[in-house]
């Protein structure tokens, strides 16, 4: 499956931003979804996912409350709704799919990787 990123920008602090992902193929209902993050000079880190289904959802500590994912299955698109961004939230933002039969946030089980769309927010 190939994946692409796009909706990130530059916004200021508390403000709100969508990032899209759409997927090729047919075969999208069968991947485990997630989005992941990288700040200049730290590591990938996971921030949220949605499994093929959509009825599960898991979220680091520090999005919580403030980010949403969603996916609609028949538009091959997962979405991230993030609101009350912070300058922390600065990052490029990758989306990722996971064909394993488990859901799980580890970047290792994610197979295919979308090509990050960057999110800069401004204090």
């Known amino acids: 499956v190939q994946l692409q990123a796009c909706g990130g920008g530059l916004v200021q602090a508390g403000g709100s931003l969508r990032l899209s992902c759409a997927a090729s193929?047919?075969?999208?209902?069968?991947?485990?979804m997630g989005w992941f993050r990288q700040a200049p000079g730290k590591e990938r880190e996971f921030v949220i996912g949605?499994?093929?289904?959509?009825?599960?959802?898991d979220y680091a500590d520090s999005v919580k409350g403030r980010f949403t994912i969603a996916r609609d299955n028949a538009k091959n698109t997962v979405y991230l709704q993030m609101n009350s961004l912070k300058p922390e939230d600065t990052a490029v933002y990758y989306c990722?799919?996971?064909?394993?039969?488990?859901?799980?946030?580890?970047?290792?089980?994610?197979?295919?990787w979308g090509q990050g769309t960057l999110v800069t927010v401004s204090s």
């Open positions: 193929g047919r075969t999208f209902s069968r991947y485990h």
């Open positions: 990722a799919a996971d064909q394993d039969y488990y859901f799980t946030r580890s970047s290792y089980q994610y197979s295919y």
């Open positions: 949605i499994s093929r289904s959509g009825s599960n959802t």
